[in-house]
């Protein structure tokens, strides 16, 4: 069983920036690709970010690159998400995710609110 935890959502104003971070805990952690998602009110659950174990394979969705950057520590079994230059359209809640195409685990989401 895996758990994951986020923390480091809350309000900003826009261009400014947040630094979300994901503790994970549980067996099976090692080649876990890991992630992060978003859902904004009335809208489906959508892909952010994702890093491989290495580090070597990141990815992520064209409305957030060059604007932020997903990293990870695996002697802490974190991932973190650093997000710049955040627009209104962020505001949502942020979901950590394992393993990532398809995950089976997910944390309880934290909020990240940008405002105009």
């Known amino acids: 069983q895996v758990q994951l935890v986020e923390s480091g959502g809350g309000l900003v104003q826009a261009g400014g920036s947040l630094r979300l971070s994901c503790t994970a805990s549980?067996?099976?952690?090692?080649?876990?690709?890991m992630g992060w998602f978003r859902q904004a009110p009335g809208k489906e659950r959508e892909f952010v970010a994702s890093?491989?174990?290495?580090?070597?394979?990141?990815y992520y969705d064209d409305s957030v690159e060059g604007r932020f950057t997903i990293s990870r520590d695996n002697a802490k079994n974190t991932v973190s998400l650093q997000m710049n230059s955040l627009k209104p359209e962020d505001t949502a809640v942020y979901y950590c995710?394992?393993?990532?195409?398809?995950?089976?685990?997910w944390g309880q989401g934290t909020q990240v609110t940008v405002s105009s």
């Open positions: 995710a394992a393993p990532l195409p398809d995950p089976d685990y």
């Open positions: 549980g067996r099976g952690l090692s080649s876990y690709v």
């Open positions: 890093i491989s174990w290495s580090g070597g394979s990141i």
